[in-house]
């Protein structure tokens, strides 16, 4: 509830670095424990699996929760790795001798009918930093765990800290949680019997052709992919659209709904960093085991704060976007059809692909945020929902942040001509992805508006610009800074660098800034 065995055989040699704990130690047992999954679709590095074993039977758990995924940022895509990810937890759970049950509805309800069925007084998860439902719904599940004497055991599995009285220190902690011996599968366990349903459909379809398949091996054979080779440029390509697809470890959702541990990640790039590498590969890993890092900070933002998903962070943005909402621009915006090329192209690949690498998430929804002046609690779900790596605790802060909400990020609003530009110097990313372009020589294809002949074009097979980014960009950039103006801002903005803001070796001024640089934490 939120608040505010041995390891796999190795892939490649690097992973016979990382050492794992021994098996804990057999005891006498008496206790009945539901092992309830979450958003940790895993056995190695799983601590409350092995938590659950020294206090007695356990029956491992899945619940789908139908009222979740009818949530407004949950989508098919999440829906099917998650899934795939399922069947893979269970067939690893196979292999240490144990069942998974799987079972529909609400969580309270089934956690009731598995308990009167098993007689189970304890219950065991990992604590997790979810979206508002997720919220709510650990809360009715502590107040009936109280209620029907049900003990309810949560454990991290991150750097993330439960109930944290302030970010000083916080770093090292985190830092040491990654440094210590990841937790073995326990063998021999004792199996409660419990029937299990099937996988229910829900209504969904599949929407995402190009999508991530879910699953531990899958994760498992990315890294592998990732610090053989594919990382060595990670980064000078991950700013890419087109090197970043290849060149980022693709990990995202699969830390997301926990295949892989953070913590078994971070250690295997440690250990790969000491394998004799030099030049582009070891500043790749140093970048790569950064935004490691910063995953955590940024999830620890919606821990302390879970309003954060629906209210500004500073609450003088809170009314600045006011008025009903353009839904005119907001669907252009969504369906890759605002007549911007290099927006297009890049909402186009992500609504195709359910990834996109972290600068183009970024110029999306400051576009949206900036340019088409729209809330980003509306623009934000849609992302949410194309993510298949949605992560609500790195979702909603990064949001606000390329937002301007926060109030102690430096405002970044990006051209988007100028990002084509940069970051596709020979558009071929943004030809292959708004293929109605290809006529538009190179000099103008970000512009096309400016092109000679571009009546042949635009507003016949491709739209006009929803709006003109210079001057967009000049009314929004005044707009924000109008309220940062305002009185008693910058004391408002100081209490919030003291709640969120890094501590990570810089002083108090580059700290109040210093998440501007992180982007986004997609991986």
């Not at 991530?212 to 890419?240: H, I, P, T």
């Not at 605790?393 to 990002?419: A, E």
Request: aromatic share 8%; glycine share 8%.
């Amino acid at each position: 509830m939120r608040k505010g065995a041995g390891c796999n055989p190795p892939i490649r040699s690097y992973f016979l670095l990382v050492f794992c704990s021994d098996p804990p130690k057999s005891q006498e047992m008496t206790e009945t424990v539901l092992l309830w999954f979450k958003r940790d679709l895993r056995v190695a590095d799983h601590p409350a699996l092995a938590h659950a074993a020294k206090r007695g039977r356990v029956l491992p758990l899945f619940i789908v929760e139908p009222d979740l995924w009818a949530q407004s940022d949950m989508s098919a895509r999440q829906f099917f790795f998650v899934r795939e990810s399922v069947m893979g937890l269970r067939r690893d759970l196979a292999q240490i001798g144990l069942d998974l049950c799987l079972r529909v509805g609400p969580a309270v309800q089934v956690l009731a009918d598995l308990q009167r069925q098993t007689g189970a007084t304890l219950l065991v998860s990992h604590e997790e930093t979810g979206n508002g439902f997720t919220y709510s719904r650990d809360k009715a599940v502590a107040e009936w765990a109280s209620a029907n004497g049900m003990q309810w055991e949560e454990l991290p599995q991150s750097g993330v800290v439960r109930r944290l009285k302030g970010r000083n220190g916080w770093s090292q902690a985190r830092n040491a949680f990654m440094r210590q011996v990841q937790v073995s599968p326990p063998q021999g366990v004792e199996q409660i019997q419990a029937d299990s349903q099937d996988w229910p459909e829900l209504g969904f379809v599949e929407d995402c052709a190009f999508r991530q398949a879910g699953g531990r091996d899958n994760a498992r054979k990315l890294l592998s992919s990732f610090l053989a080779s594919r990382g060595e440029l990670y980064r000078k390509e991950m700013s890419s659209p087109l090197g970043g697809a290849s060149a980022c470890s693709r990990l995202s959702p699969h830390l997301a709904h926990g295949t892989l541990s953070v913590r078994e990640v971070a250690q295997i790039a440690s250990a790969a960093s000491r394998d004799g590498r030099s030049g582009y590969w070891l500043k790749s890993l140093s970048s790569f085991q950064s935004r490691l890092a910063w995953r955590d900070h940024f999830m620890q933002k919606l821990e302390d704060q879970p309003e954060l998903e629906h209210a500004c962070m500073h609450p003088a943005y809170e009314h600045v976007r006011t008025g009903s909402v353009d839904m005119d621009r907001l669907k252009a915006w969504a369906k890759g059809e605002t007549g911007i090329p290099f927006v297009d192209a890049c909402m186009r690949c992500l609504n195709a692909t359910g990834w996109l690498n972290f600068r183009m998430r970024s110029m999306l929804m400051s576009f949206a945020s900036y340019h088409l002046w729209l809330d980003w609690r509306q623009t934000g779900l849609h992302l949410a929902r194309q993510f298949t790596d949605f992560e609500a605790g790195i979702h909603w802060p990064q949001v606000q942040m390329q937002s301007g909400t926060t109030g102690m990020n430096t405002i970044r609003i990006y051209n988007p001509v100028k990002q084509g530009h940069d970051q596709d110097p020979l558009g071929r990313f943004t030809r292959k992805w708004v293929p109605e372009l290809k006529l538009v020589p190179d000099a103008n294809l970000q512009d096309p508006w400016r092109w000679a002949e571009a009546g042949q074009i635009i507003g016949k097979i491709y739209p006009q610009p929803i709006i003109d980014p210079e001057s967009a960009a000049r009314e929004a950039r005044a707009l924000i800074w109008s309220v940062r103006r305002k009185d008693g801002f910058g004391a408002q903005a100081k209490k919030i660098v003291d709640k969120h803001a890094s501590r990570a070796g810089r002083t108090r001024r580059r700290k109040a800034t210093s998440d501007r640089r992180q982007l986004s934490l997609d991986l």
